[in-house]
Structure formats: structure tokens, C-alpha cells
């Protein structure tokens, strides 16, 4: 099964996210990353992710060499954002709720939601 963002998709603040979806960077600063959140995220919540999350894969973004200390592994929103300002102080959260998407399981060209 192969993962991919369809193109007309919300934002997680916009969209909400089920516990267990896996979500996608959709910004300049977190182009290509990956996680697995492991709470729901309500609809119309913005700012950061709420609860624990799983970073799956880093991308290839300003943040991703910062990023690869803590894939595969559980973390929050407050710990990304703490080892993101130790290169960049003023960046913004690569776990924000409106860049980030819900990720649409694709198998032989047919979508899942």
C-alpha cells in the first residue's frame, strides 16, 4: 500500500484528525514530513498537535536533520518545538495543526478515507 496526500485535502485545523491517522507536512517548513498521531485532533483546533505523535519520516525540509534524532519514536509538540529553536529560535512548529494534512491510504490508484 503506498501513502499520498490527495490534493484538494484540508488541513488538520480545518479537517480534524482520528487517533492513529497518519498526517503530512503541507508547508515550505515541513515539506515531506510523516507521523502518526496517537490522539484525535478536533476540527477547528488550531496550533499544535495535541498529545503524543510518532514522527515516521523526517522529509526534506530546513528541519529535517534535526528532525531524524527523533524519528520512530513517541514525542509531542512542546519537545519538537524545543529542539527545532535550539538551530532556529524563531521557526515555527513543524507539528501545527494547519500545515499539516490527513494522509489517504492509496492502493492501485483508489483512494481510502
Do not use: W
Not at 534524532?69 to 532556529?88: G, M, W
Amino acid at each position: 500500500m503506498f501513502h499520498v496526500r490527495h490534493p484538494k485535502s484540508l488541513t488538520v485545523n480545518k479537517s480534524g484528525a482520528a487517533a492513529g491517522a497518519v498526517l503530512a507536512g503541507c508547508g515550505t517548513q515541513n515539506q515531506g514530513l510523516r507521523l502518526r498521531v496517537a490522539e484525535g485532533q478536533k476540527k477547528g483546533a488550531d496550533g499544535p498537535l495535541v498529545g503524543r505523535f510518532v514522527i515516521l519520516d523526517e522529509g526534506d525540509n530546513a528541519h529535517s536533520e534535526s528532525l531524524v534524532t527523533h524519528l520512530h519514536r513517541n514525542t509531542d509538540a512542546d519537545e519538537v518545538i524545543a529542539l527545532l529553536r535550539r538551530r532556529s529560535p524563531a521557526c515555527v512548529n513543524v507539528a501545527n495543526t494547519n500545515i499539516l494534512v490527513v494522509e489517504l491510504a492509496t492502493h492501485s490508484g483508489r483512494s481510502y478515507e
